[in-house]
């Protein structure tokens, strides 16, 4: 038994200390030995943004890529105005229909930002980039419509490299010289080469502000927008398309706006409330199954420490619902050593020696404690991979917490009762009999 003792003080000593990098932010935030927790915008305070996209333009083939580079444009926006740790993601929702009968949703979280229109403006208008060309069929007039005198390419602000402000050398008017990637080059080219002397209108947030027409293929990849601007407003339109040219539109759906101090009091009501449960639970274990009781609640405390730094590692974001999956996992965690305690009861009831019971309790419990994670892991793949961003936050913690639960309730309870070296009926045996086990 001599080495499961020295396992045994070996986790309660990492155990104590990874509990107090824990909890040491708490008491001193300045120490450079703690990391806080990472908070979420339902705890911090901030605003909630949901942008609705109009993927009708879009192949199929394409939606996927053009969501992901919508994603990177908004992140890229947001932390050119310094927001810490903002959270951007897409959302599908019809996960059984086709991409292109799908909704697409890009949901923004900005904490610390409690003004919704300061929001919104930090988030900005980026201007929608597309060529289109002439429709051959239709005469174009002033009461013609834009939708059908031009006719979309597939060349948008996606394709888009770099822009920069530059000056004609004739009229020194303003222009914007524009750069394609190597997929763009590609497509501009085959477009000039396929169109000459046809025009190719340049749309700008679906109105156009220049109509050049085609004089030879353009290989470069490079082309300038010309049309009745001013330097400043050249420039502002630059820096918008070097931050990102939206590769699809998208129009603002819902806007919420939650104070910092709703935050906090959400914040301190759930840590409360999940004192009190674990409290709770500690008194019942102790008092209904003596010794094992204590043990397990040793090995809960292991449990939930290192829960914690988990999520300070990774880390989690944690959200109200987030902090709800990780003490429904303490629950889990428990349900474990329940069933261990029950099944030593059983081999007790047999006339088992208490060493043998022990033994015999965790082999036997092993099977049922191994189904129920499972189909709780389960639940949350599902939960995180259909869930929108709070119910992913509670599937997200639920998961790691049965994950380290099967880790607690196996190994260090196991070794904490196999290191008392529990001999037959010895000394010790005494605390085992009571309530729960006899």
Do not use: C
């Not at 155990?15 to 339902?42: C, Q, T, W």
């Not at 988990?310 to 303490?330: C, D, E, N, Q």
């Not at 474990?336 to 029950?342: D, K, Q, R, T």
Request: proline share 4%.
């Amino acid at each position: 038994m001599a080495k499961y003792r020295v396992i045994a003080i070996s986790i309660l000593i990492v155990g104590m200390a990874i509990g107090y990098f824990d909890v040491l932010h708490v008491v001193n935030p300045e120490s450079i030995l703690s990391r806080p927790f990472k908070l979420g915008l339902d705890l911090r305070g901030g605003v909630h943004l949901v942008y609705e996209a109009d993927i009708s333009a879009i192949k199929p083939s394409e939606i996927s890529g053009a969501m992901d580079g919508l994603r990177d444009v908004i992140e890229r926006r947001i932390n050119f105005f310094g927001v810490a740790e903002p959270l951007v993601q897409v959302e599908e929702k019809g996960i059984l229909k086709t991409a292109q009968n799908k909704d697409y949703r890009l949901i923004v979280e900005l904490p610390g930002v409690t003004d919704v229109n300061q929001a919104i403006k930090m988030i900005g208008r980026t201007p929608f980039l597309e060529f289109r060309l002439e429709n051959p069929d239709i005469k174009i007039n002033q009461d013609t419509a834009l939708d059908k005198a031009y006719l979309p390419t597939g060349l948008t602000g996606r394709f888009l490299k770099k822009a920069r402000l530059d000056f004609n050398q004739t009229t020194f008017e303003p222009e914007v010289s524009i750069e394609f990637n190597s997929e763009g080059t590609k497509i501009f080219a085959k477009i000039t080469k396929a169109n000459i002397g046809k025009r190719l209108a340049i749309f700008l947030d679906g109105a156009p502000i220049s109509t050049p027409v085609i004089r030879s293929e353009i290989t470069g990849g490079k082309a300038q927008i010309t049309g009745q601007f001013t330097a400043k407003e050249a420039k502002i339109l630059v820096q918008r398309l070097n931050s990102g040219a939206l590769p699809v539109p998208i129009s603002l759906i819902s806007q919420q706006t939650i104070g910092p101090t709703l935050g906090e009091k959400v914040l301190f009501k759930g840590v409360r409330a999940g004192l009190y449960g674990i409290i709770l639970v500690a008194l019942f274990l102790i008092f209904w199954y003596r010794l094992p009781g204590l043990i397990s609640v040793i090995a809960l405390a292991i449990y939930t420490a290192l829960v914690l730094a988990v999520f300070k590692l990774i880390p989690v974001t944690l959200t109200s619902a987030g902090i709800a999956g990780f003490i429904l996992s303490v629950g889990m965690a428990v349900d474990a050593n329940i069933l261990i305690f029950e099944r030593m009861k059983e081999e007790r009831a047999a006339g088992k020696a208490i060493g043998t019971a022990i033994t015999e309790g965790f082999s036997r419990a092993w099977l049922s404690i191994r189904d129920s994670n499972a189909s709780s892991l389960i639940s949350s793949g599902i939960l995180y991979w259909m869930g929108t961003s709070m119910v992913k936050g509670f599937a997200l913690t639920l998961g790691i917490g049965v994950l380290i639960s099967m880790l607690s309730a196996i190994t260090i309870s196991r070794t904490f009762l196999m290191a008392l070296g529990v001999k037959g009926e010895n000394k010790i045996s005494g605390f085992l009999m009571g309530s729960g086990i006899k």
